[in-house]
């Protein structure tokens, strides 16, 4: 698997993200049908266009702190991940992973693990001491895929975005590195 950064300046000043790209990231979040229903990021969960897609990604860019990670294999778009170097609340030390989605056709093939200890492994080389993530109270498969990976809840709160219940999970970063 390889891991490449998606350039802030992709989205910035109006800028389109390349045609294919946006079509790898919108099969991506379309494939993800049931995790769309339960977020409500899109109006319509069957028809995630292109344009909603690369909204997303602006909205997520605009954060001073925020990369965009896409993983690929064989070439193939398998995953992509929002990091925040910093959150929006000034009193929160950690990093945050805002987003982490696999394709549906990759689901357990151990690309959400790999992209997670990427993740990870690159915080834990910056220096920082804890990663955290919001996952929605109404999602038990990410809640379990979380705590599997070492993450505890340390709060219950809804998210700073739309208001939905979330539960917060953290992980600490130190020690040894993640497994890749």
Same mark, same amino acid.
């Given at each position: 698997m390889i891991v490449e950064t998606l350039a802030p300046r *992709?989205?910035?000043?109006? $800028? !389109? /993200? @390349? &045609?294919? /790209?946006?079509?790898?990231?919108? !099969? #991506?979040? $379309?494939?993800?049908?049931?995790?769309?229903? /339960?977020? &409500?990021?899109?109006p319509d969960p069957d028809a995630i266009r292109p344009e909603q897609v690369a909204a997303a990604l602006a909205d997520e860019l605009a954060q001073p702190s925020a990369e965009v990670l896409l993983a690929r294999s064989e070439g193939r778009l398998v995953a992509v991940a929002v990091t925040?170097?910093?959150h929006p609340d000034p009193a929160d030390p950690d990093p945050w992973l805002g987003l982490l989605m %696999?394709? $549906?056709?990759e689901h357990r093939a151990g690309f959400g693990r790999r992209l997670a200890a990427h993740v990870e492994d690159g915080f834990? *080389?910056?220096g920082r001491t804890g990663l955290k993530l919001a996952v929605l109270e109404n999602n038990p498969k990410a809640l379990a895929f979380w705590a599997s990976l070492g993450y505890e809840e340390t709060a219950r709160? @809804?998210? #700073? $975005?739309?208001g939905r @219940?979330? %539960? %917060?999970l953290r992980k600490s970063l130190r020690g040894s590195q993640a497994l890749a």
């Open positions: *992709a989205l910035e000043d109006g $800028a !389109a /993200l @390349p &045609g294919p /790209l946006l079509t790898e990231l919108t !099969a #991506l979040y $379309a494939s993800n049908r049931e995790f769309q229903q /339960l977020s &409500g990021d899109f925040l170097g910093h %696999v394709h $549906a056709d834990r *080389a910056g709160r @809804p998210d #700073l $975005a739309h @219940p979330c %539960v %917060v």
